[in-house]
């Protein structure tokens, strides 16, 4: 396990916080041992949350199922689980505070809209910006005016709402977070440019859920998987413009099958569910992903 760096007698709050759009995989009994794992060794608090502000991939049944698949795993966990579309107040509110600091604007582009502009822009490749998860939105609704989007708005048209990356950068100055792995990392506030901070269908993002989420839950060490690593710049960025205190994390590899790919929901026979009916002991499935 990565060592961290939190003192061996601090105890710590942390959380698994899975999306139920599809059954848990050995991936994900690993990153939730993780987290049990550190909780319980230092005295402190297990927290499950379930990430499901994507009200149409994310389906009751998934979150049933997870519950039950980490209590055969023989987990347990402190307090209320916490589903986040039952917290939307929550988000709006915070959504609010960020957008009477002038750091958010709407943002009308459609997926195709925005895939054209990039498309037109390739021409000048030194244009087009790149995050870690490839080219960043360009910005165009950034530069509409105020009576324009006002209009917009008022024809019914969908739109999104956007983090300000620059302006934002501006008002948060310098912020850093620590990472076990890693130490101290200075934030990028750019580096995934202005992010959605609202979805068209729900007054909230992953970004700032989670960000929400980890303040009001008190959580003091975030355990999740290497792929999210990045988006801590945009996490501990919020954290700073919110005013919350910036928790530490721990970013866990990821684990591979045989053939060196990352599990995935795809693979339906390295679910919980049908290693369990397979006839896979809790203990075995443990020990599979290294904690026997
Ligand atoms: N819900 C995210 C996932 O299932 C994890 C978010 C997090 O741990 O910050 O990948």
């Known amino acids: 396990?990565?060592?961290?760096?939190?003192?061996?007698?601090?105890?710590?709050?942390?959380?698994?916080?899975?999306?139920?759009?599809g059954a848990l995989h050995l991936g994900h009994a690993f990153s939730a041992l993780t987290a049990w794992t550190r909780a319980r060794q230092s005295g402190g608090r297990f927290l499950l949350r379930i990430e499901d502000i994507d009200i149409r991939r994310c389906k009751p049944r998934f979150t049933t199922d997870i519950l039950e698949d980490l209590a055969w795993l023989g987990l347990d966990w402190d307090g209320e689980v916490r589903r986040q579309s039952a917290h939307f107040a929550d988000y709006g509110r915070e959504l609010d505070r960020l957008t009477t600091m002038g750091l958010v604007y709407p943002c009308f582009c459609t997926r195709a809209e925005?895939?054209?502009?990039?498309?037109?822009?390739q021409t000048a490749?030194?244009?087009?910006?790149?995050?870690?998860?490839?080219?960043?939105?360009?910005?165009?609704?950034?530069?509409?005016?105020?009576?324009?989007?006002?209009?917009?708005?008022?024809?019914?048209?969908?739109?999104?709402?956007?983090?300000?990356?620059?302006?934002?950068?501006?008002?948060?100055?310098?912020?850093a977070f620590v990472e076990a792995a890693r130490g101290e990392i200075v934030g990028e506030p750019a580096l995934f440019g202005d992010?959605?901070?609202?979805?068209?269908?729900?007054?909230?993002?992953?970004?700032?859920?989670?960000?929400?989420?980890?303040?009001?839950?008190?959580?003091?060490?975030?355990?999740?998987?290497?792929?999210?690593?990045?988006?801590?710049?945009?996490?501990?960025?919020?954290?700073?413009l919110l005013g919350y205190a910036t928790?530490?994390?721990?970013?866990?590899?990821?684990?591979?099958?045989?053939?060196?790919?990352?599990?995935?929901?795809?693979?339906?026979?390295?679910?919980?569910?049908a290693l369990r009916d397979a006839g896979v002991s809790a203990g075995e499935v443990r020990a599979r992903v290294g904690f026997g």
């Open 114 to 121: 925005i895939a054209a502009e990039i498309a037109a822009a």
């Open 125 to 175: 490749p030194h244009l087009v910006a790149h995050g870690p998860d490839g080219p960043l939105y360009p910005g165009t609704c950034r530069h509409l005016g105020v009576e324009d989007r006002r209009d917009r708005i008022a024809s019914g048209r969908e739109f999104c709402l956007r983090l300000d990356a620059s302006r934002a950068a501006e008002r948060a100055g310098r912020y």
């Open 247 to 273: 928790p530490r994390y721990a970013h866990h590899q990821l684990l591979t099958d045989e053939n060196g790919r990352r599990f995935a929901k795809r693979d339906r026979s390295l679910t919980l569910r």
């Open 195 to 240: 992010v959605v901070i609202a979805r068209k269908d729900t007054p909230t993002s992953y970004h700032l859920a989670v960000v929400v989420d980890d303040h009001l839950q008190g959580v003091t060490l975030v355990t999740r998987g290497e792929d999210l690593f990045a988006a801590t710049h945009v996490h501990a960025l919020l954290q700073r």
């Open 1 to 21: 396990m990565t060592a961290i760096s939190t003192p061996a007698d601090a105890k710590i709050t942390t959380r698994f916080a899975p999306s139920p759009t």
